[in-house]
């Protein structure tokens, strides 16, 4: 079965700094991923799909890539409401989520 | 506006049974697969159960097949997860999503399962 993991685990960051999550898989996988991100108590928010589209209303210093076994999502000036827990989704015979990247204030 | 409302969850005895449901709105509920993810405590994201928009199909994870039952009452607008014999380890938030292709464009708010003696 394909597994996902995601680095780093936890990141500490900077408003406005660049940073960039990764989320490999164990086996080649179509550009079907998805990246959500959840805040404390809410539930997950869909930010990208087929690896680098943008959902509509997600701001767009987001963005997405890869193909392949290896996608990042890249948010390119951190904002105060973007510290929270990002997932990245896959389906293969069912949908995978990956454990997860924490960004919090430094 | 979509809107997906889960309701059902509480304190329940491991073995006990419980029935969510998730009232849905702003879309054509019946032309979407819908599907049911958890999350533990503190822990990560996990896939349950989805169900195609006519019910005819339906898949589950491996984690609860045998034990929880997914349905849909297109009529209602309503999607439900019957959960039987549960777990300790079944204790999570359980969320509804609305499905396209592959990944989930809406999640409702969650509603909490503690599986507790």
């Known amino acids: 079965a394909i597994q996902l993991t995601q680095s780093p685990s936890s990141l500490s960051a900077s408003v406005g700094d660049r940073v960039t999550i990764t989320c490999r898989a164990s086996q080649v996988i179509t550009s079907a991923l998805a990246w959500y991100q959840q805040k404390p108590g809410k539930a997950p928010k869909l930010l990208i799909y087929d690896a680098s589209s943008l959902e509509s209303g997600v701001p767009s210093r987001f963005s997405g890539s890869g193909s392949g076994t290896d996608f990042t999502l890249t948010i390119s000036s951190l904002q105060p409401e973007d510290f929270a827990t990002y997932y990245c989704?896959?389906?293969?015979?069912?949908?995978?989520f990956g454990p997860g990247t924490k960004v919090d204030i430094k | 506006e979509v809107q997906l409302l889960e309701s059902g969850g509480g304190l329940v005895q491991p073995g006990g049974s419980l029935r969510l449901s998730c009232a849905a709105s702003?879309?054509?509920?019946?032309?979407?697969?819908m599907s049911w993810v958890r999350q533990a405590p503190g822990k990560g994201l996990e896939w349950v159960s989805v169900i195609s928009g006519s019910a005819n199909n339906t898949y589950y994870a491996d984690s609860v097949k045998g034990r929880f039952t997914i349905s849909r009452d297109n009529s209602k607008n309503t999607l439900y997860l019957q959960m039987n014999s549960l777990r300790a380890e079944d204790t999570a938030v359980y969320y509804c999503?609305?499905?396209?292709?592959?990944?989930?464009?809406?999640w409702g708010q969650g509603t909490l399962v503690t599986v507790s003696s």
């Open positions: 702003g879309f054509t509920f019946s032309s979407y697969a």
């Open positions: 999503a609305k499905e396209v292709l592959y990944y989930f464009d809406d």
């Open positions: 989704q896959q389906f293969n015979t069912y949908p995978l």
